[in-house]
DNA sequence: AGGTAGAACTTGACGCATCAAGTTCATCTT
DNA sequence: AAGATGAACTTGATGCGTCAAGTTCTACCT
């Protein structure tokens, strides 16, 4: 690797590992929860009947099936989610935000907002607010050659 | 936040979600270890004597002392690295790489090296590469409000 | 109609991270 | 010189993530 190429490895580091840290530590402080709880929550709440089915939400979460249904079951043990099968169509459940679910996503959400808005946005020049729409899409590309994922059904291209 | 932001932030978590994750996943797979347990065997072969202080290894990796602790146990267990007090001076403690943990450092590196150009580096143009490195500083100067760390002491300003 | 394949989850075991509390030194205070 | 303070770790409990395996349906094949 060139310097810039080694320059640009370690300064995305701080993006790849102390801003998660930094996000999930916060969250855990004002809302009792996980960035990835939020995650879940805050995507149902966004839906117009506040559900969705439990693939499309781990592949908007960008979420393994597996770690979806452990942390699923744990909110819904909190009540803040409830699960149903779709009947006649094998084992496809859906997810439903409940009214106690809601409250906490709406209550989360302006810290939330500051959080990114302090670590992130707020810090970065117009060019560089552009520039990062490209890397992010180019390492999801990278990554997910192809398919479908949080970010590549959301990009423009 | 208006449409740019938004979009940057979402973009945003493929680096910060995507990309460990995949770097993570291969590192197990092809070297059978973390990738931060990667970091920390990497970072100590770096250093002329292959030997650093626990405070000082775990601001180079951005960890917390106590995850250091709990990892540099794991790794002394399988040889890799062994841990001396330094007499006189208080609980400071050395951790030293040995030859078997030189040697997985030097089988690891090609293929870590591969993975963040695969996914990350080779898929950038000049300019994102140049805007990373920018990104990456002020997301450090965001979170750590001018304290030393990993980032901040490797960017030139 | 019976059997196979595969989609859509769920479950359990195990490992790693985090947080709070504990330990062990050195140094500073009075 | 005794006690307090703080620096530098270590330890243990708890919870989350991952992986492999299991379950439960539907649909297709012949």
């Given at each position: 690797?060139?310097?810039?190429?080694?320059?640009?490895?370690?300064?995305?580091?701080?993006?790849?590992?102390?801003?998660?840290?930094?996000?999930?530590?916060?969250?855990?402080?004002?809302?009792?929860?996980?960035?990835?709880?939020?995650?879940?929550?805050?995507?149902?709440?966004?839906?117009?009947?506040?559900?969705?089915?439990?693939?499309?939400?781990?592949?908007?979460?960008?979420?393994?099936?597996?770690?979806?249904?452990?942390?699923?079951?744990?909110?819904?043990?909190?009540?803040?989610?409830a699960r149903s099968r779709i009947p006649g169509a094998g084992r496809r459940t859906n997810t439903t935000l409940t009214e106690a679910g809601y409250d906490v996503v709406v209550a989360a959400a302006p810290g939330h907002v500051a959080a990114v808005r302090e670590y992130l946005i707020d810090s970065l020049e117009p060019r560089d607010l552009i520039a990062l729409q490209r890397i992010g899409a180019a390492v999801d590309a990278a990554i997910n050659h192809g398919r479908t994922t949080a970010t590549s059904a959301t990009t423009a291209h």
């Amino acid at each position: 690797m060139n310097s810039d190429e080694l320059a640009a490895w370690l300064a995305n580091s701080a993006i790849m590992i102390s801003l998660p840290a930094a996000l999930d530590a916060r969250m855990q402080r004002e809302s009792q929860m996980t960035f990835f709880e939020y995650m879940v929550l805050s995507v149902l709440s966004e839906e117009p009947d506040r559900t969705m089915q439990m693939s499309a939400l781990a592949v908007r979460t960008s979420a393994s099936l597996s770690r979806l249904s452990h942390v699923v079951g744990r909110l819904e043990k909190r009540g803040l989610l409830a699960r149903s099968r779709i009947p006649g169509a094998g084992r496809r459940t859906n997810t439903t935000l409940t009214e106690a679910g809601y409250d906490v996503v709406v209550a989360a959400a302006p810290g939330h907002v500051a959080a990114v808005r302090e670590y992130l946005i707020d810090s970065l020049e117009p060019r560089d607010l552009i520039a990062l729409q490209r890397i992010g899409a180019a390492v999801d590309a990278a990554i997910n050659h192809g398919r479908t994922t949080a970010t590549s059904a959301t990009t423009a291209h």
